[in-house]
């Protein structure tokens, strides 16, 4: 039984490097969006460092790969799979279930930073700036993909994030568990009772008995 387990298990993993294999798919990317040239926007010119179209054309996209964004603090990154919202160039709209931004669009203009974007979804989704009310994405800073199986998505992206830390929550005064009445043992009142019965029938039988010597 062992052997035939071991045996199995081999069949397995041969199946799987196969199928990577011609999926022409061994291991997970790092794609650097406009290559060198990076994902920037030159306001005087209404330019775009690279035609962000051709570049995503020439790449190959799977789940578990990244997008990487080196750029500055004046653009955005939007992540999007909402094909109106890509056409629209603008989040107003947009629905937080299929619409993310990365960082950027920060107050701090000019400053540099890489943005890292990890592909979790199979198929089509879109990027973009919105900055400038959507100016850059209209002259060019946007690209679409289609994101294909490859291998698989990786452990590391496929479990979720645990969830934020969150404090107990402080008890109110509604709602509070109302006061534990305490009751007395009724056998002891009734003894007190008793004693008390006794101290004035042995007065009073006192005075009769002094009543009738006199």
């Not at 962000?52 to 799979?81: C, H, M, P, R, S």
Request: hydrophobic share 40%; charged share 10%.
């Amino acid at each position: 039984m062992a052997a035939i387990a071991l045996y199995l298990a081999m069949a397995a993993m041969a199946l799987l490097i196969n199928g990577a294999a011609s999926d022409g798919t061994t291991r997970y990317t790092n794609h650097t969006v406009g290559d060198s040239a990076g994902w920037v926007f030159n306001s005087n010119t209404n330019k775009t460092s690279a035609d962000f179209t051709a570049w995503a054309a020439k790449q190959t996209f799977n789940l578990g790969d990244f997008l990487i964004f080196n750029t500055i603090t004046n653009e955005t990154v939007i992540q999007t799979y909402n094909k109106t919202t890509y056409d629209s160039c603008i989040t107003d709209d947009a629905l937080d279930s299929d619409t993310f931004q990365y960082d950027g669009g920060s107050n701090e203009f000019g400053q540099t930073l890489t943005i890292p974007v990890p592909l979790t979804i199979e198929g089509a989704q879109y990027y973009f700036s919105d900055a400038d009310d959507g100016e850059q994405c209209q002259h060019g800073m946007a690209f679409e993909i289609k994101v294909g199986h490859g291998l698989g998505l990786p452990l590391s992206l496929s479990q979720p994030p645990p969830p934020p830390y969150a404090p107990p929550p402080v008890p109110s005064d509604e709602g509070q568990s109302p006061p534990i009445s305490v009751v007395t043992n009724p056998s002891n009142n009734g003894g007190m009772r008793a004693g008390v019965g006794i101290c004035w029938l042995f007065l009073l039988l006192l005075v009769i008995l002094s009543f009738l010597q006199a």
